[in-house]
């Protein structure tokens, strides 16, 4: 067979490398596409629904009333309280794996836990309602659903990623580092606590942002789970009231919005406050990864 | 008087054995310097003096070590208070990525030895016995990672003597300095001398020369001969000590 001539050759390879860029830059473009339309059906909302009314406290579509206070510190409580039950827990794992267990223990661990970042949300929205709920109720709160119901839920959901990243982390701290913390007279423990985690800081840094982005946007186990009802979270037991987030109130209320209406540029705004606070999130992530390879990486 | 004594010492790897039938006593208040080509197990052994290889999985060790007449292998020594005796610096300045005074801190700090003297004075104290201290006494709280190499092998040197040890294990402790630096570590040796048992390992004779009172000269996991580092260098009795100090191997 003779080989393909010099001008076929040359139509392939321009053929190949037009699809590439075609399909690189189509990723892009939707990604813009989509944030443009958010953009168009959100914006209208912040001048539609007086400043006062934005701010206000109380959440009813039905009443033209568009307070979004109480979804977003919904939102905050219940982020932030999954954070600091999954931040302790995550970095603990993340030390046994990487320092203290058996290599052969640390081989199944890590694929499981790995693993658990891939059950569906939904699932674990209904374990939280017929197990997590019952319990928080017999805890004394008056509902099983609530805030705190939802942040156990979010901190079980992020803490794969947290442990993950957390763990590569410490993994990437240099033995060098290990053996002066040792040859000073540091026990094990003290080496691990007062030399590596630190040195680690800002990859585990970057894993607790990764969890809260995903914590953040998670709609479907935080409906299920938290009672949806939009109150200010302001007093002390706010956490073991039913709370509601924002993504939640956006699932729940689109489906049913006419078209164009106030409330569905609402909606789409309360999507682009998300959309901001998950990209300010990110964006810390990124720069403290920024931050550590200018400084010539951990070595 | 002895400070250190070794007796019959061998060293595995898995099955490859290191370090074959070495025996040396190590002096107070002495510099002993353990010369040899790459790869002859003068690192493995200065590593078998503060149990550091018990950090590698697989190896082995026979015979005794024996720290003030007491063997640090026995099951019941304490391998965090030997390694507190006997300190250590590597190849590599391995500063914490911490402040310059949180590095020299570490020590007392995890040990609980700022009791009668305050942390201040002991990072003082250690700065200046590395003859560190004029340089950096205003920066105390600036990244150790941005001194330079040198800065950062006498803040190691600091660093260990905070805790103040009764011998220090230098593994090529000059091998990532420039001559500038080097000199200042050697210096450095010198004054330390009076309060500190030192065992250096290093690459190069002129150091040994330079800085040691007893020379050692390994040969493939053996120790070839040992003594005064005067007569080593001058009138070795052993043939192979004489070509690799005279360059004619290794």
Known sequence: MNPPDKTQRNWSTFFIEALIRLLGFSSIGFVLLIFLFLLQEGIPA?????????????????????GILPLLLGSLLITLTAILIAVPLSVGTAVLVREAAPPWVREVLKPMI????????????????????????????????????????????????????????LDTVPKSYRDAGLSMGATKWQTIWRVVVPAARSGIVTAVMLGLGRAIGETMAVMMVTGNAARMPLSLDSLFRPARTMTATIAAEMGEVAHGSIHYHMLFGIGLILFTLTFIINLIAASTIFKKRKKGGLR | MSKIEVKNLNFFYGDFQALTGISLEIRDQHITALIGPSGCGKSTFLRCLNRMNDTISGTRLEGKILLDDQDIYDEDTDVVDLRRRVGMVFQR?????????????????????????????????????????????????????GLSLGEQQRLCIARTIATEPEVILMDEPCSALDPIATLEIEELMQSLKSSYNIVIVTHSMQQAARVSDWTGFFWLGEMVEFGATEKIFTNPDKEKTESYITGRFG
Not at chain 1, 51 to 66: M, Q, V
Not at chain 1, 140 to 148: D, N, Q, R, S, V
Not at chain 2, 102 to 122: C, Q, T
């Open chain 2, 93 to 145: 300045p391995n500063p914490f990525p911490k402040s310059i005074y949180d590095n020299v801190a570490f020590g007392p700090r995890i040990l609980g030895l700022h009791k009668e003297e305050s942390l201040d004075e002991v990072v003082e104290r250690s700065l200046r016995g590395a003859a560190l201290w004029n340089e950096v006494k205003d920066n105390l709280a600036q990244d150790a990672l």
């Open chain 1, 114 to 169: 790995e693993a658990l970042a891939g059950i569906p949300s939904v699932v674990l929205g209904f374990l939280g309602m017929t197990l997590v709920a019952p319990i928080v109720q017999k805890l004394g709160a008056p509902t099983g659903l609530t805030a705190f119901t939802g942040a156990l839920i979010l901190a079980y959901m992020s803490m794969p990623t947290i442990i993950s990243v957390a763990e590569d982390a």
């Open chain 1, 46 to 66: 912040f001048f539609q629904v007086p400043l006062g009314n934005l701010l206000s406290e109380l959440w009813y579509p039905t009443f033209d009333l568009y």
